[in-house]
């Protein structure tokens, strides 16, 4: 006798086919990432990224009904590759201070090295109400919060000057790593090669000024 997998509008799939829906949803962030990466946000085609993951309209939409959902799962991706390399990172760090350096340097050469990424968060920043309202996935700051936390810590065990102000300091680093980002990113090589001053050099002073922030 027939038995209908049906019960009260809930489906149980099984194993195989919970499976095979995740290997979709995989095809279709991965070609979202090809996608946005070549066309931005606002020219990325949705007949693409489900063509590119060999699917169709219907079936993407079933797993993201809209152009901002997907663009928020790629944004989060990169926020979970962003919290692990900071993670690695600071396994070897000894006190609060070192943790807030560890954070901002993570935080620039993740960036720097990786322009989609960049890109992103940079689209991401300016349309943020738009991307990711109400999901809650971007309720936290993954770099503001443990910033403040480290800042404690290094007042509480000497690396860190009592009278830091957390806020104004991470005000002045974000405005920091972002401006050094956007600068190298646009106009890095002509300016690299105008001043004849490494890269390295240049990062490494903006660090050091942060740096003596947190001391004096």
Avoid at 11 to 18: V, W
Avoid at 23 to 31: F, G, H, L, R
Avoid at 40 to 62: C, F, H, P, Q
Avoid at 127 to 133: A, G, Y
Wanted: proline share 3%; aromatic share 12%; hydrophobic share 40%.
């Amino acid at each position: 006798m027939y038995k209908n997998n049906m019960s009260r509008g809930k489906y149980n799939p099984s194993e195989d086919k919970l499976q095979r829906m995740e290997a979709t949803k995989e095809a279709i962030v991965n070609a979202a990432f090809a996608e946005f990466a070549r066309q931005g946000y606002e020219n990325a085609s949705i007949a693409e990224i489900a063509r590119a993951a060999g699917t169709g309209k219907g079936t993407l939409y079933n797993y993201f009904d809209s152009k901002q959902k997907l663009y928020a799962e790629i944004a989060w991706r990169i926020m979970q590759k962003l919290e692990s390399a900071v993670h690695d990172n600071l396994i070897a760090c000894r006190c609060g201070r070192d943790k807030v350096n560890a954070l901002g340097r993570t935080l620039y050469t993740f960036f720097r090295e990786n322009r989609f990424y960049y890109e992103v968060f940079s689209f991401l920043n300016s349309n943020i109400m738009n991307i990711v309202k109400n999901d809650p996935r971007f309720a936290r700051d993954i770099t503001a919060d443990p910033t403040v936390k480290f800042i404690e810590e290094g007042k509480l065990d000497g690396s860190i000057s009592p009278d830091v102000h957390p806020v104004k300091f991470i005000a002045f680093a974000s405005s920091t790593i972002w401006g050094m980002l956007m600068y190298m990113h646009e106009r890095g090589d002509s300016v690299l090669e105008r001043t004849g001053l490494p890269e390295n050099e240049m990062v490494d002073y903006s660090f050091t000024a942060m740096e003596k922030m947190l001391i004096d």
